[in-house]
């Protein structure tokens, strides 16, 4: 089974400022996806970033971009020039193939501070 | 025109009271998920349904039923409501075979309160 560790329950930067968001993910598989998802206060899931498994290439949207070293089984995010409206829980996915399902991590919430 | 919609967003009863979430997509995606969320913001996955299959069937007491007419609808039936059961319950789809991501598209949430 898989499993997805973000180890910052917490944390809080100064607005324009950039901050990292950790993942860790640990699985057998060797073709799945793995996401990024953005819970605000509306407690609307928002899907921020994906990036499967096989490309090398870290996804980029925007202000946001990951950090995918796969040997090591980690997956960050980095937010550049952070909002006000960044505030939110942030939650890591892995997405298995196998058996079809989307689990997440613990989560992390951000503060923009303004 | 809402792509994942659940009713109702929020629902207030009593312990030992019997209720049911209605979702549907209109995305054309063949998988649809139940996952409930916790106080602490925990998402934990409960079932998913592929085309009418139970495909996922997590640790859920069998007091959660679910139930899929169609692809495009999965409801959620709980008996015998206990307190432990408040929470926020989302449903979601996505589609898994074929050419999908795995991206799952998510409902505004039901928040269930058992007094």
């Known amino acids: 089974a898989q499993t997805v560790t973000q180890s910052q329950p917490e944390m809080s930067v100064q607005e324009a400022e950039t901050v990292t968001l950790s993942c860790t993910y640990d699985t057998s598989e060797s073709n799945y996806y793995l996401f990024w998802y953005k819970q605000p206060p509306s407690r609307q899931m928002i899907l921020v970033i994906r990036?499967?498994?096989?490309?090398?290439q870290n996804a980029t949207e925007n202000r946001f971009s990951v950090n995918f070293q796969k040997a090591a089984k980690s997956f960050s995010l980095k937010i550049s020039d952070s909002q006000l409206g960044d505030t939110a829980m942030y939650f890591c996915a892995f997405f298995n193939f196998g058996n079809e399902k989307l689990t997440f991590g613990t989560g992390t919430r951000l503060t923009i501070i303004p | 025109d809402t792509a994942v919609s659940q009713t109702p967003k929020y629902l207030v009863t009593q312990m030992g009271n019997d209720k049911s979430i209605k979702c549907e997509q209109n995305l054309g995606h063949d998988t649809m998920y139940w996952y409930k969320q916790d106080s602490k913001k925990f998402l934990k996955i409960m079932f998913s349904y592929n085309n009418k299959e139970l495909i996922i069937n997590e640790t859920v007491p069998n007091r959660f039923s679910p139930k899929s007419p169609d692809k495009a609808h999965l409801n959620l039936h709980i008996n015998s409501l206990e307190l432990g059961d408040s929470a926020v319950y989302f449903c979601?789809?996505?589609?898994?075979?074929?050419?999908?991501?795995?991206?799952?598209?998510f409902g505004e949430g039901s928040r269930l309160t058992v007094l």
């Open positions: 979601a789809s996505s589609q898994v075979r074929g050419s999908g991501t795995g991206e799952l598209f």
């Open positions: 990036q499967e498994a096989y490309k090398q």
